[in-house]
């Protein structure tokens, strides 16, 4: 059903920047659902949405490309924090004291990594390129890949990115990392996929794997989620990890699992 509206879908200014794999993927599950052709293409908007399109908007992408430009230049924090505040999920971080504080706390309780995986990364990997930690990056977001790239290609940091879908076997790089980071992504698969998350952890070729939670929705309430979501990944370990510590921030839930 709808070709033309997947199509209108794949080339729409707001999803076009979307993994293809994503979009078409989303699109079957809602041709699945839904009988009516518009009310797949909203369901399928609406779910691009939640799960990317909500954290950074393209007029951000935009400011993003200047920030990183204006950081080139100057090399201070304040530029760095300026960059990692155009995603809703670095922004949660900042400051960039904190940030740098909470890799600190992360890296006691684990190892000090000298290669990342970052699965889901956003623009995440910005800050661990600043600060010296060679990272690979992946994402469904062609505007976070794009980011990424740019700032090892134009600015000579040592990150990388690849656009794809880590739902669809062969996305997860089979290289060897000292550190996988999967930060806000699990209950995010599994509302993609029932029993993606779990297969996504178990794909990933780390000593140390750190998963997040957010512990306060997008407009910040305090919900439950910390009880909520702790309990969740000790029922879904991966096979032959365990919980070796975690940790809270205000709105973030940490757990390394080695
Ligand atoms: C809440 S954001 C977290 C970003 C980053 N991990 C951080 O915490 O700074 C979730 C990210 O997951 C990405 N994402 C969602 N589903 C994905 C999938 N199936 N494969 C790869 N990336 C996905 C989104 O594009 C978005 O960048």
């Known amino acids: ?55 950074m908007t393209p007029q951000e ?48 309780a684990s190892c000090r990594p000298e290669s990342v995986l970052d699965v889901a990364c956003g623009i995440n990997p910005l800050y661990l390129g600043a600060r010296g930690i060679p990272t690979v990056g992946i994402d469904i977001s062609g505007a976070a890949v794009y980011a990424v790239n740019c700032f090892h290609e134009s600015y000579g940091m040592p990150v990388s990115a690849e656009c794809a879908d880590v739902l669809f076997p062969g996305a997860i790089p089979s290289a060897h990392f000292d550190m996988a980071l999967l930060f806000k992504l699990l209950p995010l698969l599994e509302r993609q996929k029932t029993g993606g998350a779990v297969r996504v952890m178990e794909a990933v070729n780390a000593d140390w794997l750190v998963v997040s939670f957010p512990t306060r929705t997008l407009g910040g309430r305090n919900v439950g989620m910390a009880v909520q979501y702790g309990a969740w990944i000790k029922a879904h370990l991966p096979a032959g990890r365990r919980i070796a510590s975690s940790l809270e921030t205000q709105n973030e839930l940490f757990f390394a699992l080695h």
């Open 1 to 55: 059903m709808g070709n033309d509206l997947l199509d209108k879908l794949l080339q729409s200014a707001k999803y076009r920047d979307i993994c293809p794999e994503t979009v078409r993927r989303v699109w079957a599950d809602c041709v699945k659902r839904y009988k009516k052709p518009r009310d797949v293409e909203k369901a399928a908007r609406e779910a691009l949405h939640g799960i990317t399109g909500a954290f």
């Open 61 to 108: 992408a935009r400011q993003l490309a200047y920030d990183m430009q204006a950081w080139y230049i100057s090399k201070t924090d304040a530029g760095l924090e300026r960059m990692l505040s155009r995603h809703a999920s670095t922004r949660e971080r900042l400051p960039l004291a904190d940030m740098d504080a909470l890799y600190e706390r992360i890296f006691a």
